[in-house]
């Protein structure tokens, strides 16, 4: 292990995957892991993986019609969850179904069916944050279901009106995306883009996400800020001593292998980018404000469509596997 072992001063390190195989093998130790549809699609892709899902549906044999997909897919998330819980001390983010993200009471009765399969499966449901898209609807269901003592995980977050509306909804953290802010704003400034003036600080994703954390520390906030979406390694350094950050596989064996010294980039009383008011949240304010962010808007949006795709092919692959 490496001198950066202190995990970015202090930052909880988390696997972004959902192959409990690979966790395993992590030469950085981790915390926590995050899941979602894609991750999960394409772990299940894997010929090691292949026999989880053929096991799910025989297992769910008596449930009748496209209930029977549905219970596959619930089955297999409590799998995921179980073996992820196994290789790490923490706790597992599992993603709700992308299809509910503009019904509140949809998302908390699945996140309530969901945790009861949990239950039966013998999983702590304290080492599980149910994960939901950051929509108007979707954090009025972290409300709910933070009063209830539910963890939650809000994800797909790209600005301020989302994550401050997740805290006031006493969400248990919030998962800003830098790698697609990144990719907005490159995309956007196309030929005229300078990759050596975005480096590090200056990245548009890390500045986002810097912003949110100095404005909930500012205000006294509980709601952690775990970074997420990560492009390349200088932007997981750049954000070092944010609450988490979750990393996938390769970079977290890229930060096994760095020996320079990292700075802490995030520290709690030093907050000269936060918002010195705290917005209103409410949800006029909310749609108001994301009319007026479009990348936000945009970039919610296309994460949905993105996982409701992956959902509609894993539950393809269920269905086929029924045929069989």
Not at 58 to 70: L, R, W
Not at 74 to 102: K, N, Y
Not at 273 to 295: C, G, I, K, Y
């Amino acid at each position: 292990m490496n001198a950066n072992t202190p995990l970015l001063h202090g930052t909880v390190l988390v696997a972004d995957t959902s192959d409990p195989a690979v966790v395993a093998a992590l030469a950085l130790p981790v915390q926590d892991a995050t899941t979602n549809p894609s991750l999960v699609l394409k772990t299940l892709q894997q010929p090691a993986y292949r026999p989880w899902l053929r096991q799910a549906a025989q297992s769910t044999q008596a449930v009748a019609g496209q209930d029977h997909a549905e219970a596959v897919m619930d089955t297999l998330l409590v799998r995921f969850a179980h073996a992820l819980l196994a290789v790490i001390p923490g706790r597992v983010s599992v993603e709700l179904d992308a299809r509910l993200s503009v019904d509140t009471q949809a998302t908390v009765a699945k996140a309530h069916q969901l945790l009861a399969r949990m239950d039966a499966a013998g999983v702590p449901r304290q080492r599980v944050l149910v994960k939901i898209a950051a929509t108007w609807e979707g954090i009025q269901a972290a409300r709910a279901l933070s009063q209830q003592g539910i963890g939650t995980n809000m994800t797909l977050v790209f600005g301020m009106a989302q994550a401050t509306a997740c805290a006031d909804a006493g969400a248990t953290l919030i998962s800003p995306f830098v790698g697609r802010i990144y990719d907005y704003v490159k995309a956007q400034a196309g030929a005229a883009w300078d990759e050596a003036a975005h480096a590090g600080a200056h990245d548009p994703g890390v500045q986002s996400v810097t912003a949110i954390y100095q404005t909930f520390k500012h205000h006294g906030v509980g709601t952690a800020v775990m970074g997420a979406s990560f492009r390349k390694l200088d932007q997981v350094l750049a954000l070092a001593g944010c609450d988490l950050l979750t990393i996938s596989p390769d970079l977290l064996g890229q930060l096994a292998t760095h020996a320079a010294p990292v700075v802490q980039a995030l520290q709690p009383g030093h907050t000269p980018h936060a918002l010195r008011v705290w917005p209103q949240v409410t949800e006029s304010a909310f749609r108001n404000a994301m009319v007026d962010h479009a990348m936000a808007r945009i970039k919610l949006q296309e994460g949905i469509d993105a996982f409701v795709r992956d959902t509609q092919t894993l539950l393809e692959m269920i269905q086929a596997e029924r045929i069989q």
